[in-house]
């Protein structure tokens, strides 16, 4: 998560609500895959110096409209708390009056999390983090400490950062065997299941790579055993 407001700079105990909704506009703004002003789309450069200019607190004149989406998944306020709550926590050494305010902060982004609605149970998100990570190689997208959050909550079971291990996967390997059967068995069916995650989202062109992927992995795997 983006956030130069490390020392919860603004935040006091009489403008909790208005310094909540600042800190989630500013994450949708810097997490977005698109921000749009009157209507046009920002490249990354104009988004940068509008972000600046915001960081500044200078008037924007126009409207800013920002997507909920970032990597194809969403961005949900849920999310924003959860990592909300995971900062504010985070932060130390405060002066008394600034401690009191961040505890009537955390109480605040709690009955808030609290608050919402239980999450539907997901169908499509029991992949393993080795099965996500083969997707997004076949992708071509990169799995960072800033998404790999958002991945993992769409498309697994487990949060854990050890995906991040696991992205340095290179196409030119997925179809080399280990040479240890039982490994093996178990990389055909990782491979199996990261077709089925691209499937879900109807990328066809990676669909396309990792079937090509597949049938070597497997002419491989039946002629070595």
């Known amino acids: 998560m983006k956030n130069d407001n490390i020392n919860l700079l603004g935040l006091k105990g009489t403008n909790i609500e208005d310094y909540y909704k600042?800190?989630?506009?500013?994450?949708?703004?810097?997490?977005?895959?698109?921000?749009?002003?009157?209507?046009?789309?920002?490249?990354?450069?104009?988004?940068?110096?509008?972000?600046?200019?915001l960081r500044g607190k200078n008037k924007v004149s126009g409207i800013i409209e920002m997507s909920d989406i970032v990597d194809g998944n969403e961005l949900t306020e849920h999310k924003f708390i959860e990592l909300e709550i995971n900062r504010v926590n985070n932060i130390?050494?405060?002066?008394?009056?600034?401690?009191?305010?961040?505890?009537?902060?955390?109480?605040?982004?709690?009955?808030?999390?609290?608050?919402?609605?239980?999450?539907?149970?997901?169908?499509e998100n029991d992949y393993s983090q080795r099965q996500v990570a083969i997707a997004y190689c076949v992708l071509g997208k990169p799995i960072t400490t800033e998404n790999y959050l958002f991945i993992l909550e769409k498309y697994s079971q487990t949060r854990s950062k050890k995906i991040l291990q696991k992205r340095t996967l290179k196409i030119s390997d997925l179809?080399?065997?280990?040479?240890?059967?039982?490994?093996?068995?178990?990389?055909?069916?990782?491979?199996?299941?990261?077709?089925?995650?691209?499937?879900?989202?109807?990328?066809k062109e990676a669909v396309k790579d990792i079937s090509r992927i597949i049938t070597a992995f497997l002419t491989s795997y039946n002629n070595h055993y």
């Open 175 to 203: 179809s080399k065997l280990s040479e240890v059967k039982s490994t093996d068995t178990k990389n055909l069916k990782d491979l199996q299941e990261a077709k089925r995650l691209l499937s879900g989202i109807k990328n």
């Open 92 to 123: 130390k050494d405060l002066s008394l009056g600034k401690d009191l305010s961040k505890q009537k902060y955390l109480q605040f982004l709690l009955e808030k999390e609290n608050a919402k609605p239980p999450q539907q149970n997901k169908t």
């Open 22 to 53: 600042v800190q989630f506009n500013c994450w949708k703004f810097d997490n977005s895959d698109e921000v749009k002003l009157d209507g046009e789309v920002l490249s990354k450069n104009e988004k940068i110096i509008l972000r600046m200019s």
